[in-house]
């Protein structure tokens, strides 16, 4: 089955440095990548839509200075926090869709593992 | 603005009897409807889906019920199993352009399933 790796599952930094998550399509190619955030017993809030060579699409209130997101590849897209903050401390979860499944919209994602950021 | 909803936190049911998961939407946008079940730690695992044109949907011990007029889906799982413990997400997403982008799954908050041995 399609497998999306996230990496790291686990991360501990300090106020104010940057950390940078990676998402990963292990065995298909994947043009839209999702970027989620999950606050302790709440629902998957989506944070960005990456796109393959073209600029990320912000949901309504993220900031996307302090969310970096780059999709570089077919296969690989990564969100950066930058200046991390504790309030930044959450569970971000990547998912992507194969490429090419149509009609996209009612194509199951593909979820990662999940990284868990603390910010100290 | 919870377009999704799972009004039940937590469910408790006993080995071998049916789950049942209830669901909940606002937006009559939503036309793809699907079950997601998550570990802690982990990612959210793909269940099962439906489509806005059918009423039921079934694979293996899994179901899924639609009902578009009071906006309400719910998944069945019969029998129950002590593995099927997690926490279950239903989501939903539309065909057309919603909301400035397409293909966006909105998630609902989740209830947790304890399925005791």
């Known amino acids: 089955g399609a497998v999306v790796s996230q990496h790291p599952s686990r991360v501990i930094c300090k106020s104010g440095t940057s950390v940078k998550i990676e998402c990963r399509s292990l065995d298909f190619q994947a043009t839209t990548m999702f970027w989620y955030r999950q606050f302790p017993k709440q629902s998957l809030m989506l944070m960005a839509t990456s796109n393959e060579g073209s600029k990320a699409t912000y949901e309504q209130g993220v900031e996307k200075d302090k969310f970096l997101i780059n999709h570089a590849s077919?296969?690989?897209?990564?969100?950066?926090?930058?200046?991390?903050?504790p309030e930044d401390s959450s569970f971000?979860?990547?998912?992507?869709?194969?490429?090419g499944q149509e009609p996209s919209y009612n194509s199951p994602l593909h979820f990662g593992n999940g990284t868990r950021l603390t910010v100290t | 603005d919870q377009q999704v909803k799972q009004n039940s936190p937590s469910l408790s049911v006993q080995e071998g009897r049916?789950?049942?998961l209830n669901c909940d939407y606002t937006n009559s946008m939503f036309d793809y409807f699907l079950w997601y079940k998550k570990y802690p730690a982990e990612g959210p695992t793909f269940l099962i889906s439906i489509s806005s044109i059918k009423d039921k949907n079934e694979d293996g011990r899994f179901t899924v019920f639609l009902n578009k007029s009071a906006k309400h889906l719910s998944l069945h799982i019969v029998p129950s199993q002590p593995g099927d413990s997690a926490v279950y997400f239903c989501a939903a997403s539309a065909r057309v352009n919603y909301g400035g982008a397409t293909n966006k799954l909105i998630f609902g908050t989740g209830t947790l399933l304890a399925v005791q041995p």
Request: proline share 0%.
């Open chain 1, 74 to 85: 077919l296969t690989l897209s990564t969100l950066t926090v930058t200046s991390a903050h």
């Open chain 1, 92 to 99: 971000y979860i990547c998912s992507a869709r194969l490429l």
């Open chain 2, 18 to 20: 049916i789950s049942i």
